[in-house]
């Protein structure tokens, strides 16, 4: 059974003037996105800036983000490494904070082979056997891809090993995925890692998205996505071609940035990225102003 359900933000990570954590703005934010379509928060992943921020913190936000939620909403946090024993100690300490799931990086830089993935997927499932994990391949930022015989493997021998967030970018993948999970007729679930692929992935099988856009529009993402799912395709159509400017303008340069400055721009400050990231530049921020005025019409 999917707990997650078909609308999950990657949320940002709230940092005041000086660059410091700010865990209550975490819960609040998480809380607003809830209650504009996200069906579940992801939290400490690339979009929440993870690789620059210590693990008290992250669970210190995950902590806050689990209180503001309550038992409303699930909450996964990004607990994957290119160490497996440092993924395992970080997965069981997540469990122990009470995380409902775990999104699971390929690991990264030291480009292990098929059965190297296979066996470092594996440890962690078996160490957090009670646990959904949902499994992160994004070749682009990682420099390797989980391949899917290898994904076919992990979901048969670990129940708990329940998706997939799909960001390799290639309909025809995500195709051949969905024939390979024979998602239709088993328990495994496909999300698409990126928004403009959303509706796309789902004529081939994805159930959903884990998303960035949401952060601004989460209630026409998620429009969208029950549109498509009752049937009226056309709605469906008409809101993705509306969205798509968005999509692809907050990807104009590194994620989180320009979300971080969509979310200021709706009156929401979380400040802004840490280095070697940096705020948008003011015609960054004036072209995605225009964009985001363009939806409202």
């Known amino acids: ?30 809380l607003q996105l809830c209650h504009e379509g996200s069906d579940s928060i992801l939290v400490c992943g ?35 490494s290119n160490n497996t ?10 469990v122990e904070e009470g995380v409902d799931g775990l999104l699971l990086v390929s690991p990264y830089y030291n480009k292990p082979p098929q059965s190297g993935l296979f066996e470092h997927f594996s440890q962690i499932a078996k160490a957090c056997e009670k646990t959904p994990i949902i499994l992160y391949n994004i070749p682009g930022r990682t420099g390797i891809n989980i391949e899917n015989d290898t994904v076919k493997k992990l979901f048969d021998q670990h129940k708990n090993i329940v998706a997939i967030k799909d960001a390799v970018g290639n309909v025809d993948k995500t195709s051949s995925l969905a024939l390979t999970m024979n998602v239709y007729d088993s328990d495994f679930t496909i999300y698409s890692g990126d928004d403009s692929l959303t509706l796309p992935m789902m004529c081939c099988g994805a159930s959903g998205v884990i998303s960035v856009a949401s952060h601004v529009a989460g209630t026409e993402i998620k429009d969208m996505i029950n549109s498509f799912l009752s049937g009226d395709v056309e709605k469906a159509r008409r809101l993705h071609l509306k969205l798509l400017p968005l999509f692809k303008g907050l990807f104009e340069t590194t994620n989180p940035i320009l979300v971080k400055e969509a979310l200021k721009l709706r009156g929401i400050d979380v400040g802004s990225p840490r280095l070697p990231l940096v705020k948008a530049t003011k015609e960054q921020s004036d072209k995605l102003a225009k964009i985001i005025e363009n939806l409202k019409k």
Do not use: C, W
């Open 1 to 30: 059974m999917n707990i997650f359900g078909k609308l999950i933000t990657a949320m940002v990570t709230p940092f005041d003037e000086e660059g410091k954590l700010d865990a209550k703005k975490g819960g609040e934010l998480a």
């Open 46 to 80: 690339t979009t929440g800036e993870s690789p620059t921020m210590t693990e008290d913190e992250q669970f210190e936000l995950l902590r806050e983000v689990k209180k503001s939620l309550g038992n409303k909403y699930p909450v996964m946090m990004g607990t994957g």
């Open 85 to 94: 024993e440092h993924a395992i100690k970080k997965s069981k300490r997540a």
